[in-house]
């Protein structure tokens, strides 16, 4: 290509498409396997394509991850980028119900515009490795984890409540329900008991806690994932009621002389068995069917009044003293936390202590140390009123009594988990079918695994069927099929799985996205994993990334995959608001199209932008002026290499700024901190636009290299008007050196209207911002200029400031 060095003006319009083309045609973000180099795998969390297209919420995590795979390359990895569509799920569903575009041209149509947004972008993501989890060949080795994990009985179905709604008939997931209303509709939700199929994530608890410690992820993603699962270490009491027995747990056994009332979850399938003996049957009833309304987050609300109603002569066996404790029924119990009872100890509870004060219960207390005629005693400390145990510290204590308990059969040491197994069935169409048939004779038959994929039908009618079945239930030629084992007439299982199962182990295929034999090639998996440098939203830190990490150790156990652990870093960024700091939204009208901007000011600027915009990891509101700011950012640097290109040599001061820069980019790109790598450069090219003599080819060639992972194109069109050939993302790229990087430390003045007032050590090249920013904070320098104006201020580098007041 031929350039016109005298007339290029920066616009790209013409060069990013052009280099997005050359890109494309030359394979050169195609990652190999078995390279020889050093592998490193780069992931962002595929988009689901819904119909509204790119979100710069999405640009933000892209553009940022794709300098680091850029620059990774450029270090000399083979690097693994890649990309694919996580495009199962409701969204599009309801977007089909309402259109009549069925949800399979729907996703057609939305994966190739959200494909056509990304491509213009410049994103140097692995084409060739594109997945789509709504492709039968995928989804059939999502179906086959599902018989993996039927066959080690960790899929199995059970009677749960669900969201439920009255009016359209259907159950829903969480998200749709919006205060307690479905968001569709508008209608009431209520809970309603229907068989899911259930994964017991249970049992991975333990190791998905434990094996945080072998990770690199960011202190406030370990903490959310342990919070989720909830591990708690304490006793479980059996208490009597009747010839009836509920076990209780407590991480409180010192406290157990101080129970007062024994609460049931409504739930709770003894209440049923009392009938006859409570009293007060009614009133029972009536409660129980009001809580029966509420969803279990407005339950187990912690701002929330606890409410209860008690069970009238029916009392429960404290098994430590044999004493005889009231029985209530109570909202906050929840029936698959615990035994679906707790007991209630006011004295050394606050929200016990609550509810006895609310409903007259006695406040006994058993740990000295509080006053507990006006709160309750939480901490630990000496027994009393607790039989032989009195004079024992709680710690003490909670060993003996436990011992005690153990031997007796009466109760023995336990651990709880808040984690609970995961729901896996929805009544929808859009999902992947779950390979399960229901024989009379046989019981549940797993599909066999070479009649994998079960297809979803391809029909007309996706609506819901009104029965709480998925719409699949009323597909008569597609339910009704033969036993695999007896060969007898059965119907299929209708629910689908959730959106999460596609997303669970995407990452893997990406290793070997076009096996039609297994679920990808072990060599392969083996050459990849773990991923190196997973980014993703804070908000997928307890579902996705918790299931994920919990499929791929089931992969690991039954030999799949190659490590205990799937992502070895894991970081998140904040999420992008509109310009008037709200969520954008269609309804607010203050949604902004990655198109528009591209379009405007380059992709290159919006690239930079959204790095620039403020800490990586923090919601940050769009700013238009930002993105003007960004675009003379780049004008002045295409300026300025434009006006440097024929000098022959470098001063040395330019040398020690481009070096330091350098090392800079090298720091910050891999601490996330993208928006100080893009003002260090812009604060080199205003140093360079004011030395252009200074600066030299050899400083113009490495600044090029290191804008490049961040802007891509301009530096491409920059170094080829340079004639240097080869692409700019082919380069090596440059290493600074150690003495030019030095900082020297000098001792600069602080003057107060020429008066020495202060004296700071810092970095020889100190800017007279810097300078600014450090001298007016001192201690001895306030005073002088407190509450007075600055009409001027000296600056002599090296030497010193001088502030000039009025
Ligand atoms: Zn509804
Ligand atoms: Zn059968």
Redesign the pocket.
Known sequence: MKYNPQKMAYNPNEIEPKWQGYWEKQGFYRAEDFSKKPKYYVLIEFPYPSGEGLHVGHCRSYSAMDAVARKKRMEGFNVLYPIGWDAFGLPTENYAIRTGIHPRVATDQNVANFKRQLKSLGLSFDWSREIDTTNQKYYKWTQWIFLKLFEKGLAYQAEIPINW?P??K?G?ADEEVIEGR?E????KVIRKKLRQWMIKITEYADRLIEDLKKVDYLEKIKTQQINWIGKSSGAEIKFKIGKFEVKVFTTRLDTIFGVTALVLAPENSIIGNLKFKVENWEEVEKYIKEVGQKTEFERTQLEKIRTGVPLKGIFAINPINNGKIPVWVGDYVIGTYGGGAVMVVPAHDKRDYDFAKKYGLEIREVVAGGNISKEAFVDYGKLVNSGQFSGLSSQEAIEKIADWLEKKDLGKKSVQYKLRDWVFSRQHYWGEPIPIIHCQKCGQVPVPEKDLPVELPYVERYQPTGTGESPLAAISEWVNTRCPKCKGPVRRETDTMPNWAGSNWYFMRYCDPKNDKRLADPKKLKYWLPVDWYNGGMEHTTLHLLYSRFIYKFLYDIGIAPTPEPYQKRTSHGIVLAEDGRKMSKSFGNVINPDDIVKEYGADTLRIYEMFMGPFDQAIAWSNKGVKGVRRFLERFWNLVLGCRDNKKSDIEAEKKIHKLNKKIDEDLEAMKFNTTVSAFMEFVNFGLKNEGKIGRDIIKRALVLLAPLAPHITEELWQALGEGDSIHNQTWPRYDEKLVKEEIITLVIQINGKVRDKIEVEADISEEKAKEIAVSREKIKKWIEGKEIKKIVFVPGKLINFVTK
């Open positions: 709604c009016s359209c259907i829903l479905h569709r509709c508008g209608e």
